[in-house]
C-alpha cells in the first residue's frame, strides 16, 4: 500500500487455481477461486467428492472444474487427457542483470516514505505514542486522513492531535468496522472531524452527542447540519439543569440514600439526569448542581 503496488483491496486482485489428488490418481484443477478461505472450502469439497467416486468404485478424471462459490461445489468445465492440452511451452534463460551500487542508491532515493519512516515522524511531529502511531499507520488511507485533519487547523497542539487519533482509532473505526467499510469508501472529510472536536472543546456539544453524530458524519453531514436538524446541542441553562436534577433525586430516592456512603451512587444520579436531557445537559454543570442539591439535603457533606 505504502509503495503504491496494491491498494489491498481483495476484490478482483485474487485469482487462484488450487490442483487437489488423492494419493495414487489423477488431479484436479479448480478455477474461479477469488479469496483465501473459498481455497480452503472449495478443496474441502473436491477432496470429499474425489472420496466419495473412489469409495464407489469410480474411476477420477483429470479434468479443469468450476468453484461455485454460491452453491459452495466444484462444477466440470473440460476434461484434460494429454500434457499438451495444458500449452506448455519452453521458457528462455533470463540474461545476466548487473546492479551497482549506484543504481541502488537511486531507487532508495525515490522510494515513498515507508510505514516504520512514517511511525517516527507521526511520533516527532504530532507528539504521539509508539502505539497510537502504530496503529495509525496499518491504513495508509487512515493514516493520511489523519495528517490532513492535524494540519488543517493551526490552533491544534499536542492535546489536539492526541484527541483526532483517538476519535479516529476509537469512535470512528468501530463504526467503519459495523458497517464493514474502510474510511475511503465513505464521505467523510478531515475538516468533519476537525470541527466535531472543536464543537467538544468550546462546549458546545458533550463528546455523547458527538459520538451520537458519527454515522451521519461519514454520510458527508456537516456537524453543525446534524446538531441544526437533530437539536442536539448542550444544555448549560443552570435553571433547567436544576429542575432536571431535582426531578431525578425525587424520583429516585434508593440512589439519593446510596449517594450517603457510594459515590458511585452519585455518578448514577448524573446518569439520570443525562438521561433525561438525552445526554445534552452540561456534564461539568450537572455535576456541580447535583453535589449542591445532596448537600442542601444533608445526604452528603
Not at 129 to 139: G, K, M, P, Q
Not at 181 to 205: A, C, F, M, R, Y
Not at 247 to 256: L, M, Q, S, T
Amino acid at each position: 500500500q505504502y509503495s503504491g503496488i496494491s491498494d489491498l483491496d481483495l476484490t478482483g486482485a485474487v485469482r487462484v487455481d488450487a490442483n487437489i489428488s488423492i494419493k495414487g490418481h489423477t488431479r484436479s484443477e479448480v478455477k474461479n477461486i477469488n479469496s483465501f478461505k473459498e481455497v480452503e472450502r472449495a478443496l474441502k469439497w473436491e477432496i470429499q467428492r474425489q472420496k466419495n467416486l473412489l469409495k464407489r468404485g469410480k474411476s477420477l478424471t483429470q479434468e479443469t472444474r468450476h468453484w461455485d462459490d454460491k452453491r459452495r461445489i466444484t462444477i466440470s468445465l473440460r476434461a484434460k487427457e494429454f500434457e499438451e492440452d495444458y500449452r506448455y511451452f519452453p521458457e528462455q534463460d533470463l540474461v545476466p542483470i548487473t546492479i551497482n551500487d549506484i543504481f541502488i542508491q537511486e531507487v532508495r532515493d525515490n522510494l515513498p516514505e515507508m510505514p516504520n519512516e512514517r511511525v517516527l515522524r507521526l511520533r516527532r511531529d504530532y507528539n504521539l505514542s509508539e502505539f497510537d502511531a502504530d496503529n495509525l499507520v496499518i491504513d495508509k488511507n487512515m493514516a493520511d486522513f489523519y495528517e490532513t485533519g492535524a494540519n488543517s487547523n493551526p490552533s491544534f497542539g499536542p492535546f489536539e492531535y492526541k484527541q483526532l487519533c483517538n476519535w479516529l482509532m476509537n469512535d470512528i473505526s468501530r463504526e467503519l468496522n459495523e458497517q464493514n467499510k474502510t474510511i475511503k469508501d465513505t464521505k467523510l472529510h478531515p475538516s468533519q472531524v476537525v470541527n466535531l472536536i472543536l464543537h467538544i472543546n468550546e462546549g458546545k456539544i458533550t463528546s455523547k452527542i458527538a459520538k451520537s453524530l458519527i454515522n451521519e458524519m461519514l454520510q458527508g453531514i456537516s456537524v453543525s447540519k446534524i446538531i441544526e436538524k437533530n437539536g442536539k446541542k448542550r444544555i448549560s441553562d443552570e435553571g433547567f439543569i436544576k429542575k432536571k436534577c431535582l426531578e431525578a433525586i425525587n424520583e429516585n430516592p434508593k440512589i439519593v440514600k446510596d449517594c450517603r456512603n457510594n459515590s458511585k451512587a452519585i455518578e448514577a444520579l448524573i446518569g439520570k439526569v443525562m438521561g433525561k436531557t438525552k445526554g445534552q445537559a452540561d456534564p461539568g454543570i450537572t455535576r456541580q448542581m447535583i453535589l449542591k442539591l445532596l448537600q442542601k439535603l444533608d445526604v452528603i457533606s
